[in-house]
């Protein structure tokens, strides 16, 4: 199994930008697939998740501004994030959270700044 993150990159405090994560190896469409981030001094944390029917559920304080969402189609997963602050900085990793071993993506970085 493979996952790709990508979509990663500088943004402005305040801005938005779209991560993507293509999933190779699998029946795409059956699997829960997650994001999480490790922000500089945190352990990495949960953003949230995805159910195959599109059932979400989110980390604490993320469900106001992250959105997650998936096409089946593209066997693509996608983090919406809006209203960006340099908090938000950091690795953002794609996974299949009840794959044993649990499988990540290599990541994708986040600067906000301005």
């Known amino acids: 199994v493979e996952l790709v993150e990508s979509g990663g990159g500088l943004v402005q405090p305040g801005g938005s930008l779209r991560l993507s994560c293509e999933v190779s190896?699998?029946?795409?469409?059956?699997?829960?697939l997650a994001w999480y981030r490790q922000t500089p001094g945190r352990e990495r944390e949960l953003v949230g998740q995805?159910?195959?029917?599109?059932?979400?559920n989110y980390g604490d304080s993320m469900k106001d501004r992250f959105t997650i969402s998936r096409d089946n189609a593209k066997n693509t997963v996608y983090l919406e994030m809006n209203s960006l602050k340099p908090e938000d900085t950091g690795v953002y990793y794609c996974s299949l959270p009840n794959y044993r071993p649990q499988a990540w993506g290599q990541g994708t970085r986040v600067t906000v700044s301005s």
């Open positions: 995805i159910t195959g029917r599109g059932a979400t």
């Open positions: 190896g699998l029946i795409f469409s059956i699997n829960v």
